[in-house]
């Protein structure tokens, strides 16, 4: 099977990204599919303050994927804006488009409901940038594409733009499945009924931040006064956090996680976290500093494959237009 997936650079890694992104890719590159991962740098721009920061971020991006244990050898890793056909599928596949199914996506609808920004004023990749997706998606034909809940809306567009231009034009995408990524969604330290998000530092947990941080980080997070350790999202938001977190650290059944601390205090459990994590991570952590040297090769290495593959589907375009 073909896979392609694709991440924003816009920080470092945080425990949420480990369990609803690294987590799946690992899995999947152990099962011998071919994988392209995408670092969207094209994507980070359409919030313009990131143009002079993204280059820094997505080389530490690739460190940190690397030291996780995504292995360049069998994952393609490149970077979005060095395969420059993807603008340029994008501009086709625009004009299979409209303009109203743009207007739909979360993201937009985000900017101009919830921040209330005029239509208007929202810059014009913002709106633009699920085309530009579907193009990164299509020019691979990859079988699957592993989505989060959150990005659902843009790969059923991407689909219905493939089926608009195979009806129209000529049938030569591949027109891709969903991956749904199992892992529950991580909440954020010191708000557990929110998405842990690196928009909230407090309660975020970075996988490379420093050790004083993440051990801070982790003996703040918002508990409850009940004083026992047993999962339940509802009543108990920030411990049933907690015990996920743990779940995703050693992999045990969230049942004999309970049963293991049933017992314990918050702070027993707090400290075991803490443990655990270092245990986890101690390792990739280490090796950031060394792997970030061997970026370069990596995405060029990763360019030369993803080159090849898109010049197909590219060719094939061309031949129509
Ligand atoms: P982002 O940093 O929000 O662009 O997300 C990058 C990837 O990490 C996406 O696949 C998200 O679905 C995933 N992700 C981000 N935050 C979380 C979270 N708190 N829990 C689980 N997955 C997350």
Redesign the pocket.
Known sequence: MRILTG??P??SL????Y???VKSLLELQEKGHEIFLMIADLHALTDPTNIKKVKKIKENLVAEIVSLGIDPKKVAIFYQSEIYFHPYLAWILSCFTSLGDLYRMHHFKELTQNLKMKKEQVNAGALYYPVLQAADILLYNPDLVPV?E??KQHLELTREIARNFNKKVKKIFKIPKEYL?Q?????SLTNPFK????SDPDGCLGIFEPKNMIIQKIRKAVTDSEGKIYYNPTTKPGISNLILIYHLLIEKPLKEIENEFQNSSYKEFKDLIIEKFFEKFGSAREKKKEILLEVPQIVKLGKEIAFKVSCQLITEIEKII
């Open positions: 991440i924003k816009t920080g945080h425990l949420g990204n369990a609803g992104f989060g959150d990005q990524t892992t529950a969604e991580i909440k998405k842990m998000s690196k």
